[in-house]
């Protein structure tokens, strides 16, 4: 069975980024090591602070763009309900350095 996944990325100043994908490991190492680059990269949302899993991906991305549409303190109240210290919740996957 698939798993999706819906994700936020956050800078250390917890600018955030909202997105989803079927495989979250190899994900959050390409927005660490910038290997795709865009906004995430020029802006540094390093660090996976928030996550949630579906099994349909129909429902992974209506969370997504629910999520996107949200103010800045709602989805900052979401990552806190779950991760009050912004803590990156992939450093125990590749270390404090993916590179």
């Known amino acids: 069975m698939k798993q999706y996944f819906v994700y936020i990325m956050a800078s250390l100043t917890r600018r955030t980024y909202v997105g989803v994908t079927n495989n979250l490991e190899r994900r959050v ?4 090591t910038g290997a795709i680059g865009g906004h995430t990269s020029k802006y540094r949302k390093h660090r996976l602070v928030y996550m949630e899993e579906y099994q349909w991906v129909s429902d992974a991305i209506g969370r997504e763009k629910q999520i996107k549409g949200w103010d800045r303190q709602k989805k900052v109240a ?3 309900s779950l991760n009050p210290h912004w803590h990156d919740l992939s450093v125990e996957w590749y270390g404090d350095s993916p590179r």
């Open 78 to 80: 979401l990552i806190e």
């Open 29 to 32: 190492w390409e927005h660490k």
